[in-house]
C-alpha cells in the first residue's frame, strides 16, 4: 500500500481513537491492521506515527475539513473494498473497548459519505460486527456455518460440517460485491487462508479462500455458491449420445460414450494415459466430429448447427495459447475487443480489469506474458491468463484440459475455486484433470472415468466412485469411501483398482492387468444408467458480439503491430536488413576503371558492367526478404488461431490484417534499400520505378511465404524451404541462363518459356531493365527515334537480305530441273510467303506480290522477278527510313552539343543515366544470332529493347521475346512496366485465393496420414 | 598515274641509295646498310603491298595503312605524341561527323601503330575505333570478331596490316549501302587528314642531333611523302564535291581547297622538272602545310 495513504488511514484511525481516548484493545486492533497491512518491521513505526497523530490531533468530530481531506486522498489511490475494509477496521476499532459513542458514530457516518460508501452497506457491517450471536440477525445475506444439523423450517443459508467446533458467519454485501467472514466466541481451530481466525475478528472473504476448521474445508465457492443459487438465468442442458470415435489410422479412440448434463455442474474427466481424454474433450467442444453419435447443446447438434451453437462452448486447452510479446492486459484487452463490439473503450477497460481482479492477475497487468524460457511471470500466472482469456466471454460451456498440471497445490486451489465459482453463476463446466488432491476431487458434482482405449467404465458422483469400484472387486472395507479421521478421499484408489496388474508367483506385478478395460466396460454397462435428461428448449444466448470484418481487420492489424513493436531484435533486424544488404551488394557492385595511362579512376556509371547483376540480385534479395518476413508469422499465430477459432472470427480479417502489416514491412524495406542501393551504384532518377518493383516483388513473396506459414506445422521445415523456393527464381530469372539458351524442349523461339513466366524474378527483371534503358533521363529523349533506327537497320540489314538470299536460292531451283531434290525449296518458298504477308500487312505502301504463286506448283520466273523487285525497294525504301530517323537523331544531338557547356552536359548526362552493360543487354547486341529461322518464320533476335510485337489481338498474346517494350494485350499495348508489375500483383492475389482455401496445406496433408 | 607513283619511287630510293653509297663512310656505316637492306626489302614488299591493296581503294584513295607504311620505309623513327589519344573516342560518340571523322582518324593511327609494331595499343585504338563505328550504326565492323582476329594475327605485322584495310574497306561499303555517302566521306577526310599530321609532324619533330646526312635521308623521304599525297587530296576533293549537299560535307571541302592551295604553292612538278626536288625541299617549304593541317585537325579531333 502507498506510503501516504497508510499514514492517511493512520490518522484517520487516531483521529477515531481521540474521540473517546485511547484503550488497550483499540491498540490491539490498530496493531492487527498493521500487521495485516505492512511488513513487520515498519509496524514498530507506524504505531509510534499513529501514537504521534493522537497525541497531535486537534480533529473535532464537528470539524470535517480533516477529515475530507485524509478521504480525498484516500479515494484516490484505493478501490472500494479496500475502502470497505477502512471502514471495518474503524468500526472494530469503535466497538473495541464496547462503548460506541454517537459522536464516533456521527464520525463513521462522515467517513462513509467521503468514502462514498452506502448506509446501508455500514449498517450490515457494524450489525455484523457488533452481534455475539449470528442466529439472531435476520438477513438473506448472512450465511451461517455450524456443525448441527437444521431445525424444521430453518431456511436460512446455512452449511453443515459436522465437525466443525466453531460457529461461522460470512456477511455479503451486495452493493460492493464483498464477502466478510467472522467467527463467533470461542473460535476454536479456525484457520482462514493457512491464519489462524480470532474470535470476533472480522476478516475479508476473497475469492479463492479456503476455510478449514477441525478437519472440515469449506471453499469460497462453496459459500458464494449458496448466495448466488437463485440468480442462476439461463438453463442449458449438454449431451453426448452414442459417440464413437475412430482415429483417421482406424483405431477407435472412443467407445459409446454418452453424457447428460445441465448448467451448474462441474464434472470431472478423469482416466489413465492414453485413455482418450483429450480426444473426448475435443469431440466434446467441436474440434473433431465423431464418426458416429451426436454432440447436443439444448438439443441442437454442435456439429451440423454450428451457426446456432456458436459462442456458446468455450475451450482452454492445456497449453498456453498467449501473445507473448505483448502485456497482460493486452492480451486481455484484444480479446475483449474481439468478444464485445458493442463495448466502448470505457466499457473494454472495466471488464478487463475486473476479470483480471478476479484473477489475481491486476498487479501483474503491465508485465510481458513471455515465452516459459523468458519468464516475466510465474507458471502459475500464466494459467490463470490463459483460462481467463476464455473466461472473459463467458461462454456457457465449457471444456478445460488439465488446468492444474504444473501448478502448486495452493495455485491449483485457486484455479479449482475460480470454476466452481463459475459453475455457481451457472456455467456448465468439463475439466480434465490428472491426480487431483483429495479437496479437489470434493469440489466435483460428477465424476466421468475413462480406461485405456476410450472405454468409459464410470460416471456419477465422485465420492462414490471410490466405493463402485471397491464393490466390483469385493474388497473388505468397500463400504468406506473417505477416512474416518480426515475425511481425505484417496482418487489414485479408483485408479489402483482399475489399473491393478497381476501379481506372478513370485510375488511380483506383472505388466498384465487384471481386469481389461473391455471387462470395466462391460460392468459399466451393466450398473451405470446414464441420467434422464429433459433437454432445455430455448436456444442457448451467448454474450458474444463479434466486431464487424472491418473492425476485427483493424484489431487483427494493431495487435499484430503492437506485439512486432515489443518486439525488438524482430523490429532491428527486419528495418536493418534492407540498408545493409542494399549497401553490401552495391559497394561490391560498384565497379569502375583504374586508368593506367592516366592514373585517372573514377566512378563512372556508363561503364560499370555489373548493372544488370545488380538488378537481378536486387530483385532476389526483395524476394528474399519477403519471404523471411512472412514465413513465421501464421504459424507463430497457430496457437492464438486454435483459441479463437471458437469465436468464429473472420478468416479474412485475419489474414487481411497480416498482409497490411507484411506490405508497411516490405514498402519500408524497399523504400531503404532503393534510397542506399541506388545511391552508391549511381543509378538516378528513376527510384519510384525501382521502388514499385521492389515492392511488388517483396510482396509476392510475402505472400509466398504466408502460404507456406499456413501450411507447415515446424519453423525448420519452413525456413529449409526457402532457399527451395528461391532457387527457381534465381534460375529462371532470365539472367543466370539466358533464355535463348536454356534446353530448348522447354519453350518455343520467339517467347520466354512457360516455367520462365511463372517466376515473379523474370517479370521483375524484365520490367526494371527495360525501364533502365529507356525510361533514363538520358535515353528518354532518343527512344523513339532509337527505335525508328533499329527497326530500319534490322530490316535492311538482316531481314531483307536473308529474304532474298532464300529468293535467289529458290529461282536457282526453280531453274534447275528436278526441283524434288532440293528439300529446303518448299519450306524456303513457305518461309518467303509468311514473311512476304506480314510484310505486306504491315507496309502497305510497298506494294504487292502475288503470294498465292509462293508454292512449288506456282512458282515461277516472272514471280520471282516480281519478289526481287518488292525486296530491292522494300530495302530502298528501309535505307531511306533510317537515314531520316539518323539524321533526325543527330540534329537533336547536334542542337544540344552546339556549345562546349552544353557538350560537356550532353556528354556527363551518357555517363551518368545511360550504361553500357544495360544497352547490351536490351538491344542484344553481342548475341551471335541476329536473325533465325524458326518454323518457316523469321525470328528477330537482335534488338528486342526496340522491337514491339506484333498486335494482333487475343488474350495469349502477352507471351512475348524477353525484354521487349510493351506488351500486346486485348488489342491494346501496355508498357512492359505496367504489365510485368500487375502480372506479379495477379501473381500474389491467386496466392492469397490458395492462403484462404488453404490449398498447400490441404494437398500436403492428404498425400501422407498424419497421426495426432 | 600508277606507273608515275612507283616510277617515282624508284627513281628516289635509286637517289638516295647512290647518295647513300657515295658519302657513307662514317661510324654509322653498319646501321646505315642494315637500315638500307631493310629499307629496300620493305620497298620491295610495301611495293607488292601497294599493287595488290591498290585495288581496292577506298573510294579512289590508297588504304589506310599506306601512308603510315611509307612513313616508316622513310626510316623515321615512331613518334607517340603524334597519334591521338584513345580516350577521348567516348566524346566524339555525339553527332555524325564528330564520330566518322575521328574514325577516320583512329584508322590512320592504328595503321601507323601496327607498322610499328605497336601491338598493345593497336588493340586500345581497336577498341576506340569500334565505339566509333558503334555510334554510326556499323555494328559488325570493328567489334568482337574482328578483334579477335586481330588477336590471332598479332606476330604478322602485315596480317594485321591487312585486316585494318579491309575493315576500313568494310565500312565504306556499308555506307555506299545505306546510302550514307556523306558519313563515309568524312571518314575518308579524318584518315587523310591524320596521315598528313602525322607527315609533317614528324618533319617538324625530327630530332637535330642525329647525324646531318642520315637526317637529310630520312627528311626527304618524308618530304616526299608528303607530296605525293598532294594526289589523295585531290581524289578527295572530288569525292567531297559529290557529296557537298551534306553541310559538314561542305565546309569540309572548303578546308580541302585551301589545303591544295598550299600544295600548289610549293610548286612541286615545276621543280621536279628542273630537277632540282632534292635540293628546294625542306623541312622549311612545308611550314604552309604543316600549319593548314594543324588547324584542320584541331578541328576534327577537338
Redesign the interface.
Known sequence: MNEQVLRAIIHLLAISVTIDGVAQEERDTIRKFLYENVDDDSVAKYLRLFDEYVRNSTAHPDDPREIEYICAQINTELEMQQKVIILLRLIELGLADNNFSSAEETFLWQVCEELHIGKSTYASIRHFVETRDIYSVPSDNILIIDSHEPTEGFTRNYIQKPKIRSTLGVLRLPEVDMYLVGAAYPAIDVYLNGHRLKSHYVAPLTSGSVIRASGETVFYSDIIGHFLKSERKQRITFEARNINYFFPNGKQALHNINIAEEAGTLVAIMGSSGSGKSTLLNVLNGNLEPQTGKVLVNGLDIYHQRDQVSGVIGYIPQANFLIEELTVYENFYYTAKLCFANLSDFGVDRLVVQTLRSLGLYEVKDLKVGTPLEKTISGGQRKRVNIGLELLRQPSVMFVDEPTSGLSSRDSENIMDLLRELTMMGKLIFVVIHQPSSDLFKMFDKLLVLDTGGYPVYYGNPVEAVVYFKTLVNQVDRDMSACIECGNINPEQVFNIIESHVVDEYGRVTGERRVSPQRWYAFFREHIKIPKLDPAREKPVHTLDIPSRFSQFMLFSSRDFLAKLSNRPYMVINLVQAPLLAFILAYIVRFYHVDELTGRSEYIFAENVNIPAFIFMSIIVSLFMGLTISAEEIIKDAKTLKREAFLNLSRTSYLFSKMLILFCFSAFQSFLYVLIGNWIVGIQGLNLTYWLVLFTCSCFANMLGLNISATFNSVITIYILIPVLLIPQLILGGVVIKFDEMNPMMSRQGEVPILGDIMASRWGFEALLVSQFKDNAFEKQFYNLDKQVANADYKKTYYLPTLSSKLEYCSDVEAAADQKAYPKYAENLLLLRNELTKEMKSNPALGKVPLGNLNIERFDRSTARRVKEYLDSARAWYVRQYNLAYEAKDQITASLVSTEAGKQDFLARRANFHNDAVERLATNSTAEHRIIEYRNHLMQKIYPVYNDAPNLGGVAEFRTHFYSPGKPFLGMRVSTLAFNVIVIWLMSAVLYATLYYEVFKNTVSGNFLRRK | MFLDKSARIVCLIAVWAFAACSTGENSGDTAQDTATTAAMDTATVSATTTSTTDSKVLGGLPPTSEVPAMLQLSGADFNPSLVNSA?KA??YT???DKAALNLGVYATDIGYLSVYDKTQDVITYLKSAEKLA?HL?L?NTFG?EMQQRFQRNLNNKDSLVKIVDESMNYVNSLLK????DATAALIVTGSFIEGLHVSTGLVEKYPKNVPSDVRNQTLTQLIVSITRQEQSLDDLINILQEVKSDPQAAAYLTQMQDLKKQFEALNLDEQIRNNRGDLMINDKTLTGISAKVKQIRSRIVG
Not at chain 2, 549501302?177 to 550514307?180: C, I, K, L
Open positions: 580516350g567516348t566524346g555525339t553527332t555524325t558503334n550504326g555494328n568482337t549501302e545505306g546510302n550514307r
